[in-house]
């Protein structure tokens, strides 16, 4: 499986144990809807800031949203 989908399927499998939607998720992390969603489906290559921003909204470490489980 390629790297962007690995993360994707991370950020949803995390997203949805908190039980976030994708608006929320956006919401939190300053990010817009659309991204979350192209990210969660592999089509987005993240920066190092919005995987940040995204562990914080998730309130996890980054490096848990780069770890496969």
Do not use: C, W
Request: overall charge positive; cysteine-free; glycine content about 8%.
């Amino acid at each position: 499986m390629d790297t962007l989908k690995k993360f994707g399927e991370r950020v949803r499998e995390i997203r949805t144990k908190k039980g976030l939607s994708q608006e929320q998720l956006a919401e939190l992390s300053g990010l817009h809807r659309t991204y979350i969603s192209s990210l969660e489906l592999g089509k987005r290559n993240v920066s190092l800031i919005n995987i940040y921003a995204l562990a914080k909204a998730l309130g996890i470490t980054p490096d848990k949203l780069l770890k496969s489980e």
